[in-house]
Structure formats: C-alpha cells, structure tokens
C-alpha cells in the first residue's frame, strides 16, 4: 500500500489532509499533547500527523497502532474474562492523557467492515460492554468535548475492496473519495479556504433551526418511515465544529456534513427504516427497521446479521433509545457520490441519520455540565454505545413543529426545504 | 513489502519462523502471557507470532508496533525532559507483564542502521541512559533469564537496502540470508530437527570449556589486536539456550552460534581492533578500536563516528568495562555468507566478540541470586549498556591459560582449534 500511487501530488495532498486533522480538525495548540491511534497500514500518514502535531508546537505525541487482525485473533483465542478485561496500565494511561493532559484524540478509521463477520457476536457485545463499563469515566472527556477529538480515514485495502469490488486500484480509488469529500485541495490555503467555507454554510443551517426552537419532527417516506420525533426544552443544534473546554474550535469528523442535536428519548414514536447498511463490530447489518414507543425500540428487524442488531441494541438498558438526529441532504457531496462506503464516517454524511445510545450534552444548554440523572430527566439519552444509521433517501421529508403548533417543511423530497 | 514475494513457499517459511520462535525460541507454555515488540512494517509476520502464541495456549497475546520514523520526529522536535522520561502508565505496564505475568518477550529487529544518523548523539544517549535508569528494575529479568526472551528479525526496507545496496529486490534477498542462517525449513519438522543438532554442537563446545576452567584468554590478530582476558573463577561458558526462573529451556538469539561468558571486569589489558562496523542507536560507527587497563577502556578511536562512540563509552561509570565474552569461529554459516548485515544480532554471530557493558548473571555459578555489588566483587560488570562488538577474523589465535599455567590453543587462524 505504501509504495505505488498514481494519484497525482499524492504526497502533497497527503500532507494536506494530515494538516487539516491536526490544525482545523484537532486544533493542536503549543504544548499540548496529542494521541494518534491508527490502522498499521499506512504508517505514512500517521508520520504526517506526528510531523503536523509538532510543527503547530505539540509536547508530547503518543501513537497507538492498531491492527484488527490481531484483535480478530484475540476473540478467536482469549477467554472472555480476558477479552473483558481492562489492565490498570491501560486506565492509567486514560487517567494521565485525558484527565491530566486533555489530550488532542486522532482515531484514525479504515476498517474492513466484514472483519469479525465469523465471530460469535455475543463474545464481541460482551467484550465491548464489560470494557465500557470500566472505562466509562473517559467517555465524557469525547462526548461533552471537554478535549479536542477527531474521526478521520485512511483506505486500508480490505476497506477499499468493499467499497470498490470491481476495481483494480480500489485503494487509489478510495483515496481519490477522501480528499473529495474531505475537500483536500493540492494548495493548503485553498484547503482552509474550503473548509471555512463550509463550516459557514453548516453554521447558518444550524442558526435557523436553533431560532426556530421546534418541538416536535415527523419523518415521513414512501419505505415505509414515519417517525414523530420529540425534541428537548433548549436543544441545541450543532454542525461541524464544537469548542472544548479551554474555548478552542475543533472538528472532530472529517468529512462532515450534518447538522445534529439529541431527542427526546422517551418522545419517539413510530418507524425508522434504515436506508445504507451499519457496520457494526466488523459485521454488516442491512435492510433494518426499528419501531419505537415512547422512545424504547419495541420491535425490530434486520435481513442481514439480525443477531448483531439484537447484541447492539441489548449493550445496556439504554441501547434501545435514540441519543442524536441528523440532518444530511440527499444531494450532500458524499452522497451525490453515489458510494456506498460501508464506513459510518462517510455514510453519515451522506443521508439523514439517528444514532442509538448516548446523546452528545452539548446538544442542550447547559448540558456539559450535568450529570446522567439530570441529563435522563430532561430527556437526554446515556449509554455505552453510540451507533449511527442512516435513514435518508430521495423521498424524505420532514415536517417541523414550533412551540405554536405551526408547521415547516424543512426537508422536503429528501433536501433542504428552506 | 507485505504484497509481492517471489521466494518459493514463502507463507510456509515465515509460518516455521514465527514457530520457531514461539515454541523453540521463548517456549511459551499453556496460560503464559506474550509481549511481542515488531517494526510497523510486516504485520504478517507478526500475526504470525501471534497466532503460534495462542496455538501454544498463550493466556493473553501484547503487541508493541514499533515505528522508527516516529522516534526519529522525536529526538527532532521533543524537548530533553520529554525524551527523557518514563511515564507512570508504561513503568506499571512492565511491572504487570515482567513481574506479575513473567512474560515472554519477543523482541523483532529490523533497524535502519543509519536512522538517527543526522540526530546529535548527546541527545539521544542522555535519553537513553535516564530512561534505562527508570526502569533499571526490570532488565534483570531478561540479563538474569528470569523471563523467557528472544531478539529474532525482519527485513525491513531501509535495513535490506543497506545490506544489498545494488539489489532491486533486497527484501527478499534478506529474507532468504534469515531463513537460511535461522536453519528454517518447509517442513517444521525438519526446523526442528536442525535446531536441536544445532543446539547439540554449540553446547559441546561451551562443555569443553566449561571442563578446563580456564582463567585467562590471550587474543592475538595480525590487525594490531592483542589483549589478556582474565576470567572469572566459577564462570560459566554459555552457548545457544538457557533455563528461565520456570525451568523451561528457550533459545534468546535467532540465529546463534555464539558460545559466550563474562570476562573479570578489572582483568583486561591490552589493545582490540574491531573488524566489522558497529551499530549503536541507528548511526554506524566504523573502523575503531579500544585499549584497556585493568579493564577499563583508556584509549579508542573510530574513524567513523567517533562522537558516537564516545557516548557510548560515558553512558555510565561501568560502560568502560566489558561484560560478555563470545567465541564464533570465522567459518560459521553467517561469516562463510560474506555479508555485512549492519545489526548485532547477525554480525555478532559471524565473529568472535565481546559486549562493553553489563554481564550475563548466569555466566558463573549462582549468578543469578547475587546483587551488582555481590556480582562487582566476584569480577562482574554492571551497566545499562550491553553493546556487542566484533573482532574475529581469519588470522585470530586465541590461547588460553588453565589453573596449571598451561597453555592451549582454542582458536587458531580464526576458526576452533578443538
């Protein structure tokens, strides 16, 4: 993977795009610390980041790198109260990076999305909740964007594969989709001339919503949707970046493209039926619809991996409420790609979403600094998963209602309606 | 690297090496744990280890990626307190894994021998010697054969290029010296069957001169060398494996053809000239020599970076002194190769050698349960440098001194003379 590319400049858009996480994605500022957990393909990229990291005056630059196949082999091989365990090292590591240091957090993603298709999806749910719960008190330092954090890709070639089956050059091809929909120009200037660009656009969608101050959403489409969506008092929408707690803007996906906030978990009425596959645990789930009442999934089904579906939303107590609702137009740049990503990352930002499981605080005022009981009573969801799915199509639309019941149109056959 | 390879039945090569590591190299036995710590570059080899592990019954399977470049960054551009610290994470990380789980430690080499060649020396020999200070608890693990360890090789890029400078496929072609010097096979069976004649030979010699307890060594070489080498009283000449705290045999070198022991730190005298290079962290010293006094180094010179040299030799109080002593006869298989590998590991196994710097415990009698000041009295030197270098050659004689002042000629021209 690392030898051959004939992307033209390939090297200068590379360093572009590592430019791009570390300074507008992260926002590394001087003496801050950074950590880097990335796939063990590309080591290149991840010497780009290092190199950013530095130049914008980084102290300390901590690198993890991951390798699924020896995580494969651990479900394969170790006993659960193995796979279930989290060692003192790795909390202590936790402690002293996110506590002590608030430390700038890279997950470089590129999974290949049928990884753990072979393994017993109870031995990874089990894992994955036992280890949550351990490590649970750094869950906040992400979700309430006290430090800096940040979900970037790089195509790995099993990645790449899946998404581009019949092509010789899947990884080149992958590569290309990346610094598209990542808006990475081969001149740095025009890169951060892109993305302010952007982020002004997304901001001023996300202004009108917050002036609106609607209650309520209904979703409706001809698949079969229809879906009542309750939002809480002071809800907050959010698109692109976030401050963390020292006040420094960051964006923590690239590319992004929706304008988020949370639901009320227990005012959800109604069907979702899920429009693009959700990798899950290395496993695709596909062709998938939820029924909610009063917020709780009461009934569901997947043609593809339902057993997964079931592990996912029995993670905890809370895995069967909504924690965020996104709005992404049919005619985003990622989905006028007309890819199908297998990479939530990139699915998301291609189509109207929800995600199970926690609720970003921020999305209410206020709400960074309330504990879960306070968060549960005004309708904010808490749990140890976070799982989008993705719900637009060509047909969506949604319909808003104010705090005088009137009603706006603010997506209609599948775009922005205003 | 990980893609194209045209050596015949290479899956199945690198499947016996990584067993042989495993099961011949540290022997991992059922419920033990395994730290494996591997270059970025050839992930397949270490899935490789790391399936061999569970296969032996391995309890819970650590992988360390290694990546030189990102040390590299960090020497460039990390202040000296950084470079210089061990964070409290990874002291209770070795804590768990040496002194709890008595690990198995599986160390893959594969430097670029002209890495840091550009880093000034200073920086990283103050880094080196404060952190090997930090965690100076835990090196008698290995250095005393507590644990079960193994240092054992891959051919990375950079590495193979400096060994084959005009080959356009150096990778494989280094890979083909290593299955070859490393007696690796198709069949495993027949790995196997090479491995213990081998074992067989080399501890034949080490009983030799284990029965004649020598007491002094005389070195002499038409290149100037010519020095007297006292040894311990009770010393112990190694060869191949030895016996970690457990009793299970492990094999801590792929390839080996060393039989070693440790010299009287005070009782060297004279002058040795190195006959290959020397690679000391990532620069290549060359063309150097030493003279000693009363076991100290008093004089020495490297045509080739000295400054380097210099560091080495004022890492600590002790690193003047020698603490290895290894008989190879010029003819063993990786001399009779004719290639200069630029790594310890291999070249040290082509030539006659001695370590500056700490002893083996093990080489005299219950080393291994006495305190550096018990091992300092009886002769043995105590260091946090342990740096093999080599002075075989086709004209060396060596003689040695028995109880009775007997001489006997153990080297002659270079190879045995028993």
Redesign the interface.
Same mark, same amino acid.
């Given at each position: 993977?690392?030898?051959k590319n004939n992307i033209k400049n390939f090297d200068k858009l590379l360093e572009n795009y590592a430019k791009l996480a570390i300074e507008i994605g992260v926002n590394v500022q001087k003496d801050e610390d950074v950590l880097i957990k990335a796939p063990?393909?590309f080591?290149l990229f991840?010497?780009k980041l290092?190199?950013a990291s530095?130049e914008r005056g980084?102290?300390?630059?901590f690198?993890e790198?991951k *390798?699924e196949? =020896?995580l494969k =082999?651990?479900y =394969?091989?170790?006993?659960q109260n193995?796979l279930n365990n989290v060692? *003192?090292?790795?909390i202590?590591?936790l402690r002293?990076l996110y506590k002590e240091r608030k430390v700038n957090v890279i997950n470089v993603v590129g999974e290949d999305p049928d990884i753990f298709k072979d393994i017993d999806a109870k031995i990874i749910a089990q894992s994955n909740a036992k280890k949550s719960e351990k490590i649970k008190e750094f869950r906040k330092y992400t979700m309430n964007d006290i430090i800096s954090w940040l979900v970037i890709s790089i195509p790995t070639e099993k990645w790449a594969k899946k998404v581009f089956p019949n092509s010789k050059e899947s990884v080149n091809d992958l590569w290309k989709e990346i610094f598209k929909t990542s808006r990475v120009d081969e001149s740095y200037e025009k890169t951060k001339e892109n993305w302010n660009k952007h982020i002004e656009n997304l901001n001023k969608r996300a202004d009108f919503l917050n002036s609106k101050k609607f209650k309520r959403l209904i979703y409706t489409s001809e698949n079969g949707t229809n879906l009542h969506v309750n939002l809480p008092k002071n809800h907050i929408w959010l698109s692109a970046g976030s401050k963390n707690e020292k006040g420094n803007y960051f964006i923590p996906n690239i590319p992004t493209e929706e304008v988020f906030s949370a639901p009320d978990k227990f005012g959800v009425n109604g069907k979702l039926v899920a429009t693009k596959p959700l990798v899950y645990n290395g496993v695709v789930i596909n062709d998938f619809y939820f029924e909610f009442k009063d917020g709780k999934v009461i009934n569901s089904f997947a043609k593809e991996n339902n057993d997964t579906l079931n592990e996912m939303l029995n993670m905890d107590e809370n895995s069967k409420y909504l924690g965020e609702i996104a709005l992404v137009p049919y005619n985003s740049p990622i989905s006028l790609s007309n890819i199908l990503f297998f990479n939530t990352l990139f699915d998301e930002n291609a189509s109207c979403h929800f995600a199970l499981g926690e609720a970003y605080p921020t999305c209410v005022e206020n709400g960074a600094n309330l504990n879960s009981e306070e968060l549960e009573k005004i309708g904010l969801n808490t749990s140890v998963i976070h799982e989008d799915f993705m719900v637009g199509n060509k047909d969506l639309n949604i319909t808003a209602i104010n705090e005088n019941n009137e009603e706006i149109t603010i997506f209609k056959d599948g775009i922005w309606a205003f």
């Open positions: 993977m690392e030898s063990v393909e080591p991840v010497q290092v190199k530095y980084a102290n300390e630059v690198v790198y *390798d196949n =020896l =082999l651990k =394969l091989n170790e006993k193995i060692h *003192d090292f790795e202590e590591k002293y």
